[in-house]
Each structure stands twice: as structure tokens, then as C-alpha cells.
């Protein structure tokens, strides 16, 4: 999802009751549940952001995901990687989910 803008007011409505429910089940993110324990997710960030990694990758544990970091800086990328190549690594482990942060949609 790139943004909001394509989405009907009953889809945005829907993710925020989906949100609140998930939030009242981990006694407002005090406990972890198993909803996603058979997933993993990657993390791929092409810009500096701490908070935004830090929440999703929090979010996707607190689920019971197990995660993969990566970070642009001190990667393959610096080396003269490309993008697809990068992205077919990670596509390659299997991941379920993958969040990208990156400054081109």
C-alpha cells in the first residue's frame, strides 16, 4: 500500500476497527499473540527512519512474526548491488510479508 487515497472510507474504517481490536487482544501492546507465529516478515529500509522501523518491526513481533532487518546502509547496496538483485535475495529466504521504505513509490 503506497497510500490512502484509493482506498473507500469502509476499507480505511475497517483497518482502524481491525487496529483497535488487535490492540484491546495485546492489553494495549502489553502482550504478544501467535496471530502471525508461522510468518516472517522483512523489513527493508533504503532510508534513514528509525521510529517508523522500529514500529513496524515491534508491530510484526507483538503479532508473533519473526522479523529480518535490513538497512540500505553498510548492505550489498553500498557495494554496488542492485535493487532487484537485493529484493530477489529476500524474496529467495521465503519471507511472507515484506515492508519497504523507500524514498521512490
Given at each position: 500500500?503506497?497510500?490512502?487515497e484509493?482506498?473507500?472510507?469502509?476499507?480505511?474504517?475497517?483497518?482502524?476497527?481491525?487496529?483497535?481490536?488487535?490492540?484491546?487482544?495485546?492489553?494495549?501492546?502489553?502482550?504478544?499473540?501467535?496471530?502471525?507465529?508461522?510468518?516472517?516478515?522483512?523489513?527493508?529500509?533504503?532510508?534513514?527512519?528509525?521510529?517508523?522501523?522500529?514500529?513496524?518491526?515491534?508491530?510484526?513481533?507483538?503479532?508473533?512474526?519473526?522479523?529480518?532487518?535490513?538497512?540500505?546502509?553498510?548492505?550489498?547496496?553500498?557495494?554496488?548491488?542492485?535493487?532487484?538483485?537485493?529484493?530477489?535475495?529476500?524474496?529467495?529466504?521465503?519471507?511472507?510479508?515484506?515492508?519497504?521504505?523507500?524514498?521512490t513509490?
Open positions: 500500500m503506497l497510500d490512502l484509493n482506498l473507500s472510507a469502509e476499507e480505511i474504517n475497517t483497518i482502524l476497527d481491525v487496529a483497535a481490536s488487535l490492540k484491546r487482544a495485546t492489553d494495549g501492546c502489553r502482550t504478544k499473540l501467535s496471530l502471525l507465529s508461522e510468518c516472517t516478515v522483512a523489513n527493508l529500509f533504503f532510508e534513514n527512519s528509525t521510529r517508523t522501523r522500529t514500529s513496524f518491526s515491534l508491530a510484526a513481533r507483538r503479532l508473533g512474526a519473526g522479523t529480518i532487518e535490513f538497512s540500505a546502509a553498510g548492505s550489498s547496496l553500498s557495494k554496488g548491488e542492485s535493487f532487484i538483485d537485493t529484493a530477489k535475495t529476500i524474496e529467495a529466504m521465503n519471507v511472507d510479508a515484506i515492508i519497504v521504505r523507500h524514498s513509490p
